[in-house]
């Protein structure tokens, strides 16, 4: 047999996924292999499309709050933020500062809570089965604190046009006091666990490399970028809110591989932390919600708001008419620019590391789907 | 590459682009440049080459103008960059001509293919030169449904829906 026949006859498509363990959600990648090495992986998106967008242009502004929470589920505060901060440039509402100080420790929660998630489900991934109930055992700290002051534990609609729909009391306080302490003892665990596991960094090291240059040309954002040694955060590029406020810094990696990432995802926690901690030693008193007039009209024009998700840059861009109903909303969702470089990223790489790499990326498909 | 905003308009409007400075904290963008189909592909490598990253492309849809010979669709293709290092934010906006075709940029940002090929979906804009022109999001047996078009009696012109500057510089 010929070689060239030889090398057709190993040629298959292989489907991976809308129910691949390894997928977390319903995206189907369709992969071309040769043996065990992909020629050319093929993501398929829109099997949870709900066009949120119609949906955000068909009705008064505060009824598309619910819509940004089922976006990323796993992250939602930062989408409630984005969209109230949104009609919040867009009509003038003041936003009291001891709001804003709730908005930034809620919205920092979540993201450790998401990181956590991340971590534990990107191990499952790479076939560790342990660090998951190690994750979710600390991200259920989170969901109970927030359910306290939210109601919910997943997808929030907390915030509101001028401030949050309730006010955090001492009990809310002390259990994030507790909990910030508790997660620093952790990180001993966590290290062992999983940062110095010799498999774990078989996996990752030089695996999925993003150059600076790819990652601008697919508009990747949030922690994926970062990986690649660009200091990038909307918190600090563009801040919003009282972000300024608070000291923290912006971990980025080296060379932009699985590891990279990883690594800059479990510094992000202990910065989130730190943010927390000088939030609640300056809590402002006062009121948590500013006077908002019943009908909120949109003036003609447009505007947009980025904020930084778990995953990167969440932007709404909103065009007004005059009316309470967005005339076009636009919602730029991250993990969408993030995952739109597999294609290239993937091509010639071995099965198991596309694999790794996509659970490095912490795709959210309900987000990339909207 | 130490340009100020100042110097990225003057740099834009001398490359022949029509550029115009907003107030950032009420728009939430620093410029605004108003592009026509054949000027696409020159801002989107333009904007390449001085670091500026794709943020999203999305369609528009406004009530054509009677007046306009030039044949108007109505559709507006929104294009928002920003930087990396900087604060720095612009949004483009090109109309698309009663072909519905607009040159795609999914060769200079290959991060442009998903955005362009969702904006079909939603739009039924063609972005001419694309390679892969697919439906994404929509099922491939809607390929004929543009959800986000506006009804007629739902379309508004488009100075009805810009800021009051921009309408009076445009009727100008």
Redesign the interface.
Known sequence: MLESEYQEQNRFFLNMGPQHPSTHGVLLIVLEMNGEYVIDPQPV??FI?R?H??MG?SRPCPGFMPNTARMDYVCALPYNHGYVS?IE?KTGIEVPKRAEYIRVITSELNRIASHLLWLGAYLLDLGAFTPILYGFDDREHILDILESVTGSRLTYCYYRFGGVYKDIDEKFVEATRAFIKRLRKRYVIYEKLVTKNIIFIKRTENIGIVSPDM??????TGPN?RGSG?A?DIRK??PYSVYPEFDFEIPVGKQGDCLDRYMVRVREIEQSLRIIEQALDRLPEGPVRSKVPKNIKLS???????VEAARG?L?Y?L????TSTP??L?V?VPS??NL??LP?LGRGILLPDLVSILGSFDLVIPEM?? | MDKTIKDFKKFFIDQGFEAIETDYDQRGYHLEIVLNESQVRKFAKTAYEHGFYLVFVAGFHVRPEPENDTGNSGLKVVYQFARYDRKYRIKARASVPKSLKIPTISDIYQGADWHERETRDLYGIIFSGHPNLKPLLLSELDADFHPLLKEEEKLKSLNEVSWPSESQENTE
Do not use: Q, T, W
């Not at chain 1, 990652?215 to 990747?220: D, T």
């Not at chain 1, 065009?319 to 005059?322: L, P």
């Open positions: 998106l829109g499309h066009m967008e119609k242009e949104l440039r990652a601008l040309r697919y508009g990747m970028l660009i990038y590029n563009e003609p024009g447009d505007c947009n708001f980025a840059e932007s861009y065009v007004g008419d005059g005339y076009r636009k730029r969408y620019s739109s470089c290239e789907d909207r």
